[in-house]
């Protein structure tokens, strides 16, 4: 069964910890490039991936006990808002131009940057950590998925006109703000059971 609450909440807390990350200006940098379908096809398969992982690693935190799961997400997710608020601005990784410019080739390019880059990203594992904390895998799993999506989509198309209207810095406060919330939420949770 679908959750639309923790979809609604996975959606927001991903979409804004991946709006500031490496990996939207790299999507940027692609689009720029390529044709924007045939990389978003590639970047959307690697963070389907990655969120199929991450569920399953979230999903078998739920095997602990809870007070334990709570504590241990709640100081995650404050390690999170660390690193968001702690860490410098990250320049766009250059990307290589393959010679082919057919789906395959491109699509696969963006497959491969977003594979690597985002493999034990925050935001990856801000998804285990959610699967974890509420035990709704599938919710968990749409809400991040759908998140990584739209960003990967600004990033492509409309990267530049979004980060010229919103500034990257109150984004990142925003996201580390909601992730501050939600550990201490989960830390006070762990300690109320």
Known sequence: MISITVTALVFGVVFLAELPDKTALAGLVLGTRYRASYVFAGVAAAFALHVVLAVAAGSVLTLLPQRLVHALTGVLFLGGAAVLLLRKGEDGEEVRKPRDQSFWPV???????????????????MTANMAARYDAPFSVGLGAVLALWSVAGLGIVGGK???????????????????????????????AR
């Open 107 to 125: 699509a696969g390019a963006g497959f491969m940057l977003i594979l690597v880059a985002e493999f034990g990203d925050l935001t990856q594992i």
């Open 161 to 191: 006109a979004l980060m010229r209207r919103v500034p990257l810095a109150l984004v990142t406060k925003i996201a580390a703000l909601l992730m501050l919330g939600l550990g201490v939420w989960s830390l006070v949770e762990s300690v």
